[in-house]
């Protein structure tokens, strides 16, 4: 038999924590991912944006493919602040095909960070062994910890919830590379304003990916 007090302090319990599916954490969630959108098109270092990074234009036309591969997954801020507004105003979850191509971005994505990852692996990157530890670590990591929770409880994650989680898990082991590398960068703060940006946003978006992958509304709320 179930013990009433326990019932009780159990509701209470629940009503007192925040939901992904409150509305004001969808609106906290909808203005980050609004910023590193934008920020994909400010200048993170040396006056080049990951949209510089992508298109090439590097100081000293030094752009490649390492470039390229660090520059995009800065805009899968674009389909996270679809997926945020379309959980405002539409009720049911995107159409399995729209799920894939995020699945399938998301994918290539992170394994375009593991590549980049390569020359850090192998004493290539030039950087300082604290950079080196923490570029590994952090973008290892991140990967490695939501895959593992991702696949233990793929049962009971709604299939948005579980886009949102590829989105925000290659997002940030990007974030975190660039923000390791970067972050002794010279130069006025206009210069890597995006830097600044990055580092602020990249808290509140680990902290919806822990959110996701623990929360137990996770799976019957919509985020």
Not at 16 to 21: A, L, V
Not at 72 to 96: N, Q, Y
Not at 165 to 193: F, M
């Amino acid at each position: 038999m179930n013990n009433p007090a326990h019932t009780q302090h159990y509701r209470a319990a629940t009503h007192s924590t925040p939901r992904p599916g409150q509305p004001w954490v969808k609106a906290f969630a909808i203005l980050v991912w609004i910023a590193a959108a934008v920020s994909a098109f400010l200048p993170f270092a040396l006056n080049t944006s990951p949209w510089d990074a992508v298109t090439l234009r590097v100081p000293g036309n030094q752009g490649n493919w390492w470039h390229v591969l660090v520059g995009v997954p800065f805009f899968l801020a674009f389909p996270m602040v679809w997926l945020r507004l379309r959980s405002v105003f539409v009720e049911r979850p995107p159409a399995t095909p729209a799920r894939q191509i995020l699945w399938t971005v998301s994918g290539i994505s992170i394994f375009g960070t593991i590549l980049v990852e390569i020359p850090f692996l192998l004493h290539l990157a030039g950087t300082s062994s604290w950079q080196r530890f923490l570029v590994l670590g952090l973008g290892f990591g991140i990967i490695a910890c939501s895959a593992a929770v991702l696949i233990r409880r793929r049962h009971r994650l709604s299939p948005t919830v579980a886009s949102m989680v590829s989105i925000d898990t290659a997002y940030l082991a990007n974030a975190a590379l660039c923000l390791v590398v970067y972050s002794e960068a010279t130069g006025p703060i206009g210069s890597r304003i995006g830097w600044f940006v990055s580092i602020v946003i990249f808290w509140p978006i680990l902290l919806e990916l822990v959110w996701l992958l623990t929360c137990p509304y996770s799976e019957i709320a919509n985020v």
